[in-house]
């Protein structure tokens, strides 16, 4: 007699992962988010930082808090400028050990610059020095066991970015008694 394997759609899949880390997070690392938030809401400029997936994660955190009002570039496009003190640099790497981003974290704080880290890994050379830590409970790009995620390389991490991100927001947006209404102008108006 065989046994069916039942599979779980895809979207479930997620939204089980998802809802992992987002229950963690509001009870292990509601501490982490407010240091952070409260970090970028009383810098000068912030810089965001990531790599390949969980970069393109961070600049949508970006957006949005460039819609609250805050100064806030993109580090490696050409119009970002040099980071200085009352400055935050926030970074997002899931292992913590992307070469470019600890060597950025440790020339931002050497210009004078707070930073602020959302990594799988406290422990990680990124988070060394730095002012606030978001430890997302989610596998690494190069773990591949299935034992933390079921989804491919760094997926759940790069997905937590995004919710990590929409939750500092959310919170400075909470904090600042802005409505809706006050943020939509800073809205891109050139599309």
């Known amino acids: 007699m065989s046994h069916a394997v039942v599979e779980i759609h895809p979207i479930e899949l997620i939204d ?12 292990d690392g ?11 809401g009383s810098a000068r400029r912030v ?22 009002g805050l100064s806030v570039h993109v580090v490696g496009d050409s119009t970002t400028p040099a980071i200085g003190e009352g400055d935050v640099l926030l970074v ?11 060597r950025a974290a440790a020339s931002a704080r050497k210009a004078g610059a707070a ?15 730095a002012a606030a830590v978001i430890t997302v ?8 066991s299935g034992s933390i995620s079921a989804q491919y390389a760094g997926s759940l991490f790069e ?3 995004v919710l990590v991100g929409d939750a500092i927001f959310h919170l400075l947006w909470t904090r600042s008694g802005a409505s809706a209404d006050d943020l939509w102008p800073r809205h891109a108006n050139l599309e």
């Open 115 to 129: 930073v602020v880290v959302i990594t799988a890994d406290p422990d990680a050379p990124v988070a060394e020095g």
């Open 47 to 68: 810089f965001v930082l990531g790599a390949g997936r969980s970069g393109l994660a961070l600049q949508m955190t970006g957006m949005r808090l460039m819609h609250l």
């Open 92 to 102: 997002a790497s899931g292992s913590g050990t992307t070469g470019t981003i600890v």
């Open 16 to 27: 089980s992962e998802l809802s992992s880390v987002a229950s963690a997070l509001a009870s």
């Open 30 to 40: 509601a501490p982490g988010i407010a240091a952070v938030a409260d970090a970028l």
């Open 137 to 144: 409970p989610a596998a690494g790009k190069l773990d591949r």
């Open 159 to 161: 997905q937590s970015v």
